[in-house]
């Protein structure tokens, strides 16, 4: 369910929604349609490494870096740059991908 403030709903709409406490079923299917199609970015974190930048500048294809993430614990995901989930990663034939964790409060 998503709350918004009516003049909120008017300024993402771009037109006046009825004055209404309650949005009409055609506000609200447009409300749906809106948020729907919008976009957020997502990044999955595979572990860091803290280095000095003269090895960074030195580092040449084939290198090994050892990243602070345990094999056996669940990656860091973002939205938008803020972390809400700790996912796993897997793979289905020959495509990469994530599957659902932990999702982080706040």
């Not at 957020?40 to 870096?65: F, K, W, Y």
């Amino acid at each position: 369910m998503w709350l918004l403030l009516q003049n909120e709903i008017q300024a993402l709409l771009g037109h006046v929604v009825a004055k209404s406490e309650a949005v009409t079923h055609k506000g609200r299917a447009e409300v749906e349609k809106l948020v729907r199609n919008w976009t957020a970015d997502l990044s999955v974190e595979l572990g860091t490494v803290n280095m000095p930048l003269g090895q960074l500048a030195n580092l040449r294809p084939g290198d090994v870096l050892i990243l602070d993430q345990r094999v056996n614990e669940p990656l860091k995901a973002t939205v938008e740059g803020r972390e809400k989930f700790r996912v796993w990663p897997g793979q289905i034939r020959s495509r990469l991908g994530i599957q659902s964790g932990v999702r982080k409060d706040g």
